[in-house]
């Protein structure tokens, strides 16, 4: 078996001997831009062999200003597909004419021709935003860099609201791992763990400024964050822990790194966290007010009036449901 050309390297390559030299000859004075974003695995970096059996294949997005694209667009594109050949390294291949703003906000939703609200990022899922911004860029002379670095990261209160929202859905659950499983229900306390290590990978992902993937890269994406080799092993001995109460210290043990870690970003005051005992119940949670020490830090005052609204991530429980930007009137309405 032939060792796998990873997509993106298959994709520069098909750019640069196939799709440059003819817009070089046929449109040598056009500014272009080049990349590949979006959907498919290998646009994270993800793909292997399995991922060649749909839709894996050398393709590029040419991207051309506005005016250009609508005197010109057609022309471009007539002329790729007649001179680009179909096949490259034996596999089909594709490319389209397309412009930075107008593909972004196709993909995304967002309109880049006006300033973005916070209700704009709140309703983006970030599975899209990581599409917007992962891949690579080939060329650029039409301003597709700077487009997607409007895109790379949260402006700094969206980012504390978002911090904030997944802390409020760890916390209310903590105990309840222990009081189920009390009970005898250590399948239902298996659950909630599960939940709960799905949120608190959510959260790593925020303080690292990583956009989190959809559901099959979510771990593999998580693997590769800075904190993973601290955070990992404690999740996944919440995950193979038997009986509730060692679910239970590992759980504390992860939100004692995750604690640590919001301290470390110098966002608020330093949270102190201790081992909480819910009334007279033998469960321990560790808490620490971080999502309140973080609202407090959120300046912005359309921000603060969604996170009064909002303040335990009801948002993004509902964007990862309507993720496609056609939900994206629905989700604004519910903001209002």
């Known amino acids: 078996m032939h060792e796998l050309t990873p997509g993106l390297a298959l994709c520069r390559a098909f750019y640069r001997e196939a799709v440059a030299p ?14 590949v974003m979006g959907r498919g695995s290998e646009v994270l970096g993800f793909d292997d062999a399995m991922s060649t059996d749909h839709d894996w294949r050398p393709r590029v997005s040419v991207f ?10 057609a022309a471009v594109l007539a002329t790729l597909q007649e001179r680009v050949p179909t096949t490259y390294r034996g596999l089909p291949c594709a490319v389209e004419v397309v412009t930075v703003h107008g593909y972004l906000r196709d993909l995304v939703g967002l309109d880049l021709d006006h300033p973005l609200t916070a209700a704009d990022w709140l309703v983006t899922a970030e599975q899209q935003l990581a599409q917007a911004t992962a891949g690579a860029v080939f060329h650029d002379a039409v301003g597709l ?5 409007r895109l790379a990261r949260y402006p700094h209160d969206i980012w504390l609201y978002l911090m904030s929202a997944a802390w409020w859905r760890i916390h209310p659950e903590q105990n309840l791992v222990g009081r189920t499983g009390w009970a005898g229900d250590e399948l239902g306390s298996a659950l909630l763990a599960a939940r709960l290590v799905t949120d608190m990978m959510r959260l790593a992902f925020l303080q690292e400024c ?10 593999t994406a998580f693997g590769r964050l800075g904190g993973a080799d601290e955070l990992g092993p404690l999740l996944a001995a919440v995950l193979r822990a038997e009986r509730w109460p060692e679910r239970e210290r590992a759980l504390d043990a992860a ?43 959120v300046a912005d005052p359309e921000v603060r009036r969604i996170a009064e609204r909002w303040p335990t991530g009801g948002v993004d429980q509902l964007r990862e449901v309507l993720w496609h930007p056609r939900s994206r009137a629905a989700l604004l309405r519910v903001l209002d």
Do not use: C, I, N, S
């Open 22 to 35: 003819v817009l070089a000859a046929a449109h040598p004075d056009l500014p272009h831009g080049a990349a």
């Open 64 to 73: 051309l200003e506005p005016a250009a694209h609508a005197a010109v667009g």
């Open 145 to 149: 860099v700077a487009a997607r670095e």
């Open 210 to 219: 990583r956009y989190a993937p959809y559901a099959k890269w979510f771990g």
């Open 255 to 297: 939100y004692v790194v995750l604690a640590r870690r919001h301290d470390a970003l110098g966002v608020t005051p330093p949270v102190p966290t201790e081992v909480v005992r819910m009334w007279d119940r033998p469960f321990a949670v560790t808490w620490g007010d971080v999502p309140g020490a973080l609202q407090a830090a």
